[in-house]
């Protein structure tokens, strides 16, 4: 069974920092890209940043782009996201997802449960 | 703002037919995928791909597609169905994805 765990969320000043983990398993997860997508309060989805699965290639939203870092260690099974700069328009729930794309569709079929960041002084 | 437009809600009476819509550039080239979010929950993947239903969705979610517009359709609607859809797809740069704005869609 896939799963994904986030954690690391919480209260952070504007400013600072902080670091999220997704802890995957149920399948083998250097042989997928994957992507964080964030849920503000009452807000739509928005994806954040996507990790390929071979290369190193990684994507961000112009609105973390210089502030959030993707990054991920395939021998712990573990997916990151560094969040430098923190703002109070970063408060969202970030979801971890596993990405399956191709030439004409792009999709996250599985989902963690999400872990809160809240900016706030 | 989103490059994939979305109707902020829709309604449809219990069993009957219902088609929430998705415009945008990107859709030309690329398929929208369509996702199901209740409250407190995390989305789920209900139709990908040209019409593909992941395991254990129902058969009353159907996707199409035409010029801009992706459609998700739902076939005899269910008040479990009633949930926020979100489409999603690759942008126009082919660099990034994108999510519409989401469709509320109320089961009456």
């Known amino acids: 069974e896939v799963q994904l765990l986030e954690s690391g969320g919480g209260l952070v000043q504007p400013g600072g920092s902080l670091r999220l983990s997704c802890a995957a398993s149920?399948?083998?997860?250097?042989?997928?890209?994957m992507s964080w997508v964030r849920q503000a309060p009452g807000k739509g989805l928005e994806w954040v940043s996507g990790f390929s699965d071979s290369g190193g290639s990684t994507y961000y939203a112009d609105s973390v782009k210089g502030r959030f870092t993707i990054s991920r260690d395939n021998s712990k099974n573990t997916l990151y996201l560094q969040m430098n700069s923190l703002r109070a328009e970063d408060t969202a729930v970030y979801y971890c997802?596993?990405?399956?794309?191709?030439?004409?569709?792009?999709?996250?079929?599985?989902w963690g449960q999400g872990t809160l960041v809240t900016v706030s002084s | 703002s989103s490059e994939l437009t979305q109707d902020p809600s829709v309604s449809v009476a219990l069993g009957q037919t219902v088609r929430i819509t998705c415009q945008g550039d990107s859709l030309r080239s690329y398929y929208a995928s369509w996702y199901q979010q209740k409250p407190g929950q995390a989305p789920v993947l209900v139709i990908y791909g040209k019409n593909n239903r992941p395991s254990g969705i129902p058969d009353r979610f159907s996707g199409s597609s035409s010029g801009n517009t992706a459609s998700l359709t739902i076939t005899g609607a269910q008040a479990e169905d009633e949930a926020d859809y979100y489409c999603?797809?690759?942008?126009?740069?082919?660099?990034?994805?994108?999510f519409g704005g989401g469709t509320k869609l109320t089961v009456l």
């Open positions: 149920g399948f083998t997860f250097s042989s997928y890209a």
């Open positions: 999603n797809s690759r942008d126009s740069s082919g660099n990034h994805v994108v």
């Open positions: 997802a596993r990405d399956l794309g191709s030439v004409t569709t792009y999709y996250f079929d599985y």
